[in-house]
């Protein structure tokens, strides 16, 4: 399915009906954007499971930021 949406000054978009439909998104979803090397963008809802997910690992992120681990890992 191909379908064209219009980018504004602001960059918004309204997601046709037709992508809505077929992502089974309504509104107060969430939906994530995946960006490939070549370019291309994906988009997917995001399941409520997706976010506490993301949520519960998001503070342990933090921890292999130092600057031991950039030393340790600055050739890999």
């Given at each position: ?33 995946e960006?490939g ?21 998001e ?6 930021a ?11």
């Open positions: 399915m191909l379908v064209i949406a219009k980018i504004t000054a602001k960059g918004q978009t309204t997601i046709p009906q037709d992508v809505r439909t077929a992502l089974k998104v309504v509104p107060g979803d969430r939906i994530a954007w960006i090397q070549d370019g291309t963008a994906t988009v997917r809802r995001v399941q409520p499971m997706d976010m506490e997910y993301l949520r519960a690992i503070g342990t992120l933090g921890e292999w130092g600057a031991a681990d950039e030393e340790a890992y600055r050739g890999l």
